[in-house]
C-alpha cells in the first residue's frame, strides 16, 4: 500500500482577495470543499495554482412572502493561490491528492507516493 504523505502551506494573495472571498477563507474548515486549479495561461506565473473554497449561504426569496425555509446557495471563491515557490511540487501532488482542507489560512494536502509502499 502507497505510503501517504502531509504538505502545507499557507495560502499567497489573501489579503487581496474581495471581503467574501476573506469570509469564505475565514470560515473554511477541515469540512470545507476545497478546489486547486492550475491556470497555465496566468500572466505572471504559468505554474499558478488558484486555490477556491465553497461557501454555504442561506437567502430567502424575497418575492415570496410564505416561504419558510431559506435557499442553500453554494459559492465559489476564489482565496488566493500557493505560493509560488510550491507550485511545482504542487502540480506533480494533483493527481496523487488524497485530502485537501483548509485551517487557519493554511491549506494542507496529503497525497500518495505511489513509488514507496
Given at each position: 500500500?502507497?505510503?501517504?504523505?502531509?504538505?502545507?502551506?499557507?495560502?499567497?494573495?489573501?489579503?487581496?482577495?474581495d471581503s467574501a472571498a476573506q469570509t469564505a477563507l475565514a470560515e473554511a474548515d477541515r469540512d470545507t470543499a476545497v478546489q486547486l486549479v492550475p491556470?497555465?495561461?496566468?500572466?505572471y506565473d504559468s505554474n499558478a495554482i488558484a486555490v477556491y473554497v465553497?461557501?454555504?449561504?442561506?437567502?430567502?426569496?424575497?418575492?415570496?412572502?410564505?416561504?419558510?425555509?431559506p435557499i442553500i446557495e453554494t459559492q465559489l471563491h476564489q482565496?488566493?493561490?500557493?505560493?509560488r515557490n510550491h507550485c511545482e511540487n504542487v502540480l506533480v501532488m494533483l493527481p496523487t491528492l488524497t485530502r485537501m482542507y483548509i485551517e487557519n489560512s493554511t491549506l494542507h494536502l496529503v497525497y500518495t507516493d505511489p513509488t514507496s509502499v
Open positions: 500500500m502507497p505510503k501517504t504523505h502531509p504538505f502545507s502551506t499557507q495560502i499567497a494573495g489573501a489579503y487581496y482577495r491556470e497555465p495561461d496566468n500572466p465553497e461557501r454555504y449561504v442561506e437567502t430567502f426569496d424575497e418575492d415570496d412572502v410564505y416561504q419558510n425555509e482565496v488566493g493561490y500557493i505560493p
